[in-house]
T-cell receptor, first 114, second 115 residues
Framework: AQSVTQLDSHVSVSEGTPVLLRCNYS??????LFWYVQHPNKGLQLLLK??????LVKGINGFEAEFKKSETSFHLTKPSAHMSDAAEYFC????????????FGTGTRLQVTL | GAGVSQSPSNKVTEKGKDVELRCDPI?????LYWYRQSLGQGLEFLIY????????KSGLPSDRFSAERTGGSVSTLTIQRTQQEDSAVYLC?????????????FGDGTRLSIL
């Protein structure tokens, strides 16, 4: 069975400082991993994905994530936060054996302050 | 449009009524998914379509929930005899084809409120 744990339910950073959103996964196979962002009253937007190619994945809006198999982690980072980054972020896992459903973490709410 | 379209965006109905939620996926996407997002439960998978068939219905919470897809395109999620615990945001997603590596593209959801 696959699962995802987002270690922080809420993260607050100042604008211009780095962002770190933590995610650990559990999977029986070599998983595909995703980060999605959800702004209020909107659907989920794909930030980036890992599918067994390069372990450092670059996404949109300056975000990137590193797949570390030894630590079963897939943390999301950004060098400098912007006010528009304030949203809910979801770490998501999909096993190749399950051609369908995604398993979502519980989400991390990112607050960006001036 | 280029994205996944869901309607209505908001639905308020009385307990016991039936509701239909519609999803129009990205053109050419063969796989379509329904999820439910509610406080306390997070995001839950409901059902997945490949073409017009539903190989995985494991997330449907009860037999009051059903879904169909026609023409390999539009899908409708139907909830019969709605209950207050059905209140949630229902999200639809589509992908080019099913599989762990394919990203799913989401609509903005239907916010369902049961009075």
């Amino acid at each position: 069975a696959q699962s995802v744990t987002q270690l922080d339910s809420h993260v607050s950073v100042s604008e211009g400082t780095p962002v770190l959103l933590r995610c650990n996964y559990s999977s029986s196979y070599s998983p595909s991993l995703f980060w999605y962002v959800q702004h209020p009253n909107k659907g989920l937007q794909l930030l980036l994905k890992y599918t067994s190619a390069a372990t450092l994945v670059k996404g949109i809006n300056g975000f990137e994530a590193e797949f570390k198999k030894s630590e079963t982690s897939f943390h999301l980072t950004k060098p400098s936060a912007h006010m528009s980054d304030a949203a809910e972020y979801f770490c998501v896992v999909s096993d190749p054996g399950t051609a369908s459903k995604l398993t979502f973490g519980t989400g991390t709410r990112l607050q960006v302050t001036l | 449009g280029a994205g996944v379209s869901q309607s209505p965006s908001n639905k308020v109905t009385e307990k016991g009524k039936d509701v239909e939620l519609r999803c129009d996926p990205i053109s050419g996407h063969t796989a379509l998914y329904w999820y439910r997002q509610s406080l306390g439960q997070g995001l839950e998978f409901l059902i997945y379509f490949q073409g017009n068939s539903a190989p995985d219905k494991s997330g449907l919470p009860s037999d009051r929930f059903s879904a169909e897809r026609t023409g390999g395109s539009v899908s409708t999620l139907t909830i019969q005899r709605t209950q207050q615990e059905d209140s949630a945001v229902y999200l639809c997603a589509s992908s080019l084809f099913p599989g762990g590596g394919q990203p799913q593209h989401f609509g903005d959801g239907t916010r369902l409120s049961i009075l």
